[in-house]
């Protein structure tokens, strides 16, 4: 009988680029500009022992007026799954440095997924197409 372990634990006091890096996943993932306002709340880290993957999920919030906001970076593997919930407007696709985003309206939130190799990452927020590309460029500085 095959038992999958899977754990899930908080890293507290570091950014979502030192999470990455010592998780070892060297892609270029954390945004070094956020629109005003927000500020990290949470890194959750799950590992799934079977397959060997990290998963991570930085949440981020505004004290202003509750407004919340993540970036989830999910190793794809042949049991991944999730689907990202858009509305009726057309998709957005904007590259950067050779990787689409693939930027999609969800009512109030804008959500950006893209694949970076054996990564899936995604940006979810109540925010403009504006912030959102200036968060997808600064990946990239």
Request: glycine content about 2%.
């Amino acid at each position: 009988m095959v038992r999958n372990t899977i754990e899930w634990f908080d890293v507290e006091n570091v950014s979502l680029k030192e999470t990455l890096t010592a998780l070892q996943i060297n892609h270029p993932i954390a945004p070094s500009w956020l629109p005003d306002g927000y500020k990290q709340t949470r890194i959750q880290v799950t590992n799934d022992h079977m397959i060997g993957a990290y998963d991570v999920r930085a949440d981020y919030a505004k004290d202003v007026d509750d407004s919340k906001m993540f970036i989830q970076i999910s190793k794809i593997t042949d049991i991944t799954g999730d689907t990202i919930e858009k509305d009726d407007r057309a998709v957005i696709e904007y590259t950067k440095e050779k990787t689409t985003w693939y930027i999609m309206h969800n009512l109030q939130r804008l959500n950006a997924a893209a694949l970076m190799d054996d990564y899936q990452v995604l940006i979810s927020a109540p925010i403009s197409v504006d912030e959102m590309k200036k968060i997808i460029d600064s990946i990239y500085e």
